[in-house]
């Protein structure tokens, strides 16, 4: 086999990256990133204004005009139709991006059964999404690179005492949805690993968004290592390495970023 340059390995030209949502705090640099890397992104959010919106800002440098679109991994009774929609309109997806979440801001105290339930629907949508896209990959004869958003908290738990007297700790819900996201990239990548399907997930750290709370933030730094939190260029070079060749011979595992908050 002839030896593929970085540069070469890292390209995404011609490849089709859903990302699903893209016009969060993290996943607006993924996007970015993929952009930035070459591949033609489609953008999906429940709101299609806001969906082309964030797909017109992003950098084109081959000239592959995003896709911003409509969809809802929530929605499971519409993801077929909806997939369907997107591939006739961008034509087969590369790299999938299970971005989107649903948040709920109870904390054990007072969750509801319904709102734990709904926390972990997030789950199901990202398999379904998933699903479609290994039985498009196989139907095509395409590889594709499923990626999946983890968390820190899907392998510690949070200290209460980050959060006491602040704000509501992080919820059971979530922490329970991103331990089994963590579970359900190994099992998928497992099963479809000799369809050219390769699975990983991309947990991040600490990388609270502009509106936090700052209080919150400073104390959650003299927990990290790094003593500081993450940006959200931070992410960038990871998800391009799983979206792309740079990672071809990698399934089934777990990239975090996280300043080291999990080594402790």
């Known amino acids: 086999m002839k030896e593929k340059t970085v540069e070469k390995l890292f390209d995404l030209k011609g490849k089709t990256c859903l990302i699903t949502g893209a016009s969060g705090y993290l996943g607006g640099a993924m996007a970015r990133a993929l952009a930035e890397a070459g591949g033609r992104v489609v953008v999906t959010s429940r709101e299609l204004d806001r969906a082309e919106e964030v797909a017109g800002q992003l950098p084109d440098p081959n000239n592959v ?7 809802d991994h ?6 077929p139709e909806r997939f ?5 309109q961008a034509g087969c997806i590369d790299v999938l991006v299970n971005n989107g979440h649903e ?13 734990f339930n709904r926390m972990l629907a997030n789950a199901t949508g990202y398999f379904l999404l998933s699903r479609l896209v290994h039985e498009q990959s196989v139907d095509s004869g395409h590889p594709a690179s499923i990626i ?3 968390s820190m908290y899907g392998l510690v738990s949070s200290n209460p005492d980050a959060y006491r007297n602040i704000c509501p700790a992080n919820s059971v819900a979530y922490q329970t949805l991103k331990g089994g996201i963590l579970q359900q990239t190994r099992h998928l990548a497992i099963n479809w690993a000799e369809h050219g399907v390769r699975v990983n997930s991309l ?11 700052p209080e919150m933030v400073e104390r959650l730094k003299g927990y990290s290592p790094m003593r500081r939190m993450g940006h959200p260029t931070e992410l960038k070079g990871a998800v391009v390495f799983l ?10 595992q777990n990239l975090v970023i996280d300043g080291g908050w999990t080594a402790t």
């Open 243 to 252: 979206a792309s060749e740079a990672s071809s011979y990698m399934t089934g």
């Open 65 to 71: 005009n995003h896709l911003g679109t409509v969809l």
């Open 84 to 88: 369907q929609a997107i591939c006739e």
């Open 148 to 150: 999946m958003l983890g």
């Open 203 to 213: 947990t991040p750290g600490p990388f609270p968004a502009e509106s936090a709370n």
């Open 74 to 79: 929530m929605d499971v009774d519409e993801l």
């Open 103 to 115: 948040h709920c801001p109870n904390d054990w105290t007072d969750i509801s059964g319904e709102q």
